[in-house]
């Protein structure tokens, strides 16, 4: 047992979810089925969900900034969204055929994404990011890619890399990647001029992690240029940040259009779905070839059984509708904001020199591992070396952190911090903060390591 009382406090709490990750060590290497649902002593095991909350197997209730790691802008079980699933079911949930919702759900994303000229769908983010590398290098010629440290594409070869292969992925690979520092412009250009074989860049547009490292708009624009002049494919990776920042995600927020974008996540409504869109010049790798009478293969061939579902497309379509037809996205918006203050209030009262930021709907708790005076406007000055921001915290704070917010009936994102819904509302803003004022009293109490 655990010599943290938090963590103790935790475990009496969550007895149910003890039981079920004995048979899920049985079951799943570390008994979780995704890295970021690991926790100490024992995953939060949950039952349900509805609106800005969800149930654990002990009945306990939580508000809830996991969000379907970031799907749910309109919350668990939408009404809409749920009737327009089980409407699409009851007329089957695969045709393995072409279909008009595919085409709807396609001229809602062109309509929204600037840069959204085609549409090619897929099931998840990560396939979206590793087709859009292989169209940036189908079409330009070249092998190599820009990818910044921090920065989260998904977890397939090209991306899981830094200068370094780790352990499974060939050395072959991850010799394609150019990692620079995040929003070092110079240093992009330094790496441009010396080279022709550059393929892409890609960046997440609001920031590693949806800004932990928060990113500068000029950055943007920096870099659109720098990418324009050189024929090198510029990629948004607006998994997260499509929907969220704008109806047309960040690039239509900031006015900087690339070639390419991922989506995912909120674009499906809280199912599997995904997208790789851009401009029809570079999507046409994609399309089959006519050479006299005979139609040949693309020079990009993309499968995928699960591409553009009717289910998926049904709840995509009728959240993005929603989006669109609403004040939804700055309601988040303005919920993210409360919660920020309300923490910053909390740790200013307390003499904490802790410090919550965060842009659109999202916050962050920024742990100061150096404890110099920090603030949100530092952090966006470019104050705060990026690598103080992500990954610094011990593995052992984060935890607690996480289990003593858990006591308090929130479920956080172990950055720590979260994506905000459009349904949280002021009752959650206001558990969010009081929880963070116990978490802080809980800690004074801990045992020191
Ligand atoms: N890109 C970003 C910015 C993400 O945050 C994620 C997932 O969190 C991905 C890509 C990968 O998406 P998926 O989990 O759907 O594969």
């Known amino acids: 047992m655990s010599e943290s009382r938090i963590l103790q406090a935790y475990a ?7 039981r079920l990750y004995e048979r899920a060590g049985r079951l799943f290497p570390g008994g979780v089925t995704h890295v970021v649902r690991a926790m100490q002593p024992h995953p939060l095991f949950v039952e349900r969900a509805a609106g800005s909350r969800k149930w654990d197997v002990d009945g306990n209730e939580y508000v809830d900034y996991f969000g379907g790691h970031g799907a749910l802008m309109l919350g668990h079980n939408h009404p809409a969204v749920r009737e327009a699933v089980i409407a699409q079911l009851s007329r089957g949930c695969h045709y393995g055929a072409a279909h008009e919702l595919e085409l709807e759900w396609a001229e809602l994303i062109q309509q929204m994404v600037p840069c959204a000229e085609r549409v090619r769908f897929t099931s998840s983010g990560t396939e979206a ?22 920065h989260f594409h998904g977890w ?9 292969a780790p352990p499974g992925i060939l050395p072959e690979i991850a010799a394609r990647v150019l990692l620079c520092p995040p929003n070092d412009i110079s240093r992009v250009r330094e790496v441009c001029d010396g080279r022709d074989d550059i393929a892409a860049v890609i960046l997440e547009p609001t920031g590693a992690t949806f800004g932990q490292i928060p990113c500068p708009p000029q950055f943007l624009r920096d870099l659109r240029e720098i990418t324009a002049r050189r024929g090198i494919v510029l990629i948004f990776d607006e998994v997260v940040t499509g929907f969220r920042c704008s109806t047309g995600g960040a690039q239509k927020y900031y006015g900087v259009t690339p070639d390419l974008t991922t989506l995912a996540k909120i674009l499906a409504g809280g199912h599997p779905g995904a997208a790789l869109v851009g401009r029809a010049q570079i999507l046409e790798v994609m399309a089959p070839r006519r050479s006299g009478t005979r139609t040949e293969l693309p020079a990009v061939v993309q499968q995928g059984t699960f591409n553009a579902n009717p289910v998926s497309a049904s709840a995509g ?14 309601r988040a918006n303005r919920t993210a904001a409360a919660i920020r203050d309300g923490w910053n209030a909390v740790l200013r009262r307390r003499g904490v020199n802790w410090c919550a930021y965060g842009e659109f709907s999202g916050f962050n708790l920024f742990l100061n591992p150096d404890k110099e005076a920090v603030s949100p406007q530092d952090i966006y000055a ?6 103080k921001l992500k990954g610094a915290t011990p593995i052992e704070l984060l935890q607690k952190i996480r289990a003593g917010f858990l006591l308090g009936g929130v479920d956080l994102i172990g950055w720590p911090g979260g994506p905000v819904s459009a349904v949280h509302d002021e009752r959650d803003v206001d558990q969010t903060v009081t929880a963070l004022d116990n978490l802080l009293t809980m800690l004074e109490s801990e045992p020191r390591t």
């Open 129 to 150: 990011t590793m087709l859009a590398l292989r169209v940036a290098r189908a079409y330009t010629g070249k092998p190599m890619l820009i990818r910044f440290a921090g």
């Open 382 to 387: 470019g104050k705060v070396p990026w690598t």
């Open 156 to 164: 397939h070869d090209h991306v899981a890399t830094g200068a370094e």
């Open 317 to 330: 379509i009728t959240t993005l509708r929603l989006l669109c037809a609403s004040d939804l996205i700055e």
């Open 12 to 18: 009496q709490k969550t007895p149910g979810s003890a």
